[in-house]
């Protein structure tokens, strides 16, 4: 007994300082990622024998120093307890372009320079300044392409999901899906009615927002999301929150959705009837919502499928698609995500998948959950998409045994 007590302090303490270094080093990661985000593009742009001069290599350093020190400046003012909307408008569009930027310089700093090398440029300053105008001109167009696709109203994806256990009566029942707008520092109140207007346009039977409606509280975005209760629906309005909502006040806007007609669908469901079959319509808070110390709140998929006849067909509304792992466990039929924004600027998805199981669009889980992925409608932070392009989307329902007329 006695050298077993002893042992295991031993042993506890012989893993604390490991555990103990780890996350001191992950402490340093917020500093380091900014420092490589703009030290690589100056030294790639300017300091790998270009031999620019003086005053270019001067003035060109100093921009790279000023984003290096103002954007996170500016995030933690536009972010952090001030909220000033200006500030986070700054911040976020420097961490955009850094990010493309840093992407660029790192691949034809090391590729293209391969290239000229095989290709016969053997100057060294010749080939550095191709580097340099190259990664500027990329940069510049993908910034610019970025913008326009990031403020635009989503294109309409559509796609039948056939479903083994939909009865014929709800065959062809057309459920259109809008997650993750995001309003935020940039007012998007005209971008939002236009969404509202393509989205009723769809004649959809079924409207349904996963999360992530907004960046700030509800009585700073009003304005913003006041147009989704122009959104029409034959059948219901339904939402499940995100990530987002639970560092803005979620309850805020539990409450403001519900002010705007549509229905949360807090760890509960509700039935869809059509042609003598039934749908049940699930939805449940965000898998960070229990951390958030909000009472009530949590993600709760047994609650939420409380009382259902499990013989029915489901679809679940979660936030992010890793709680398909559970969804698939219940046999879930259909879930409908959002969350990753199919990784909103290109190569960033890479990050993203390392702690979601999918990017974008269908995929299949266990024997029976289908997952659907929304890319996102809106955009978070930086104003831009880069081969991540948003989406309104539209699922037709369908039945392995559709009605004789169909």
Known sequence: ??????????????????????????????????????????????????????????VG???????????PLAMARGHGRRQQDWAAIIGDTLLGAGWVLFTWSVLFGVLLRLALTVAGVEDGQGRARIVTWA?????????????????RVPRVRRLDVRLPRLGAGLDGLRVVLITDTHYGPLDRARWSARVCETVNALEADLVCHTGDIADGTAGRRRAQAVPLGTVRATRARVYVTGNHEYYSEAQGWVDLMDELGWEPLRNRHLLLERGGDTLVVAGVDDVTAESSGLAGHRAHLAGALEGADPDLPVLLLAHQPKFVDRAAAAGIDLQLSGHTHGGQIWPFHHLVRIDQPT?????????????????????WGPPFRVFAPSEITLLVLRSPHPPASA
């Open 61 to 71: 350093t100093a921009l790279f120093v000023l984003g290096l020190t103002g954007m």
């Open 135 to 151: 990664v500027l001109g990329v940069t510049a167009v993908l910034l610019a392409w970025g913008y326009a696709e990031a403020r």
């Open 1 to 58: 007994m006695r050298d077993t007590s002893d042992t295991q302090p031993a042993e506890g303490g012989a893993r604390a300082p490991r555990q103990s270094r780890l996350h001191r080093l992950l402490r340093f990661v917020p500093l380091i990622a900014p420092v490589l985000l703009w030290a690589v593009p100056c030294w790639v742009l300017l300091h790998g024998g270009q031999r620019w001069p003086l005053p270019v290599t001067l």
């Open 359 to 379: 990017l974008a669009g269908l995929s299949h889980h266990g024997n029976r959950t289908v997952l659907y992925t929304s890319r996102g409608t809106g955009f």
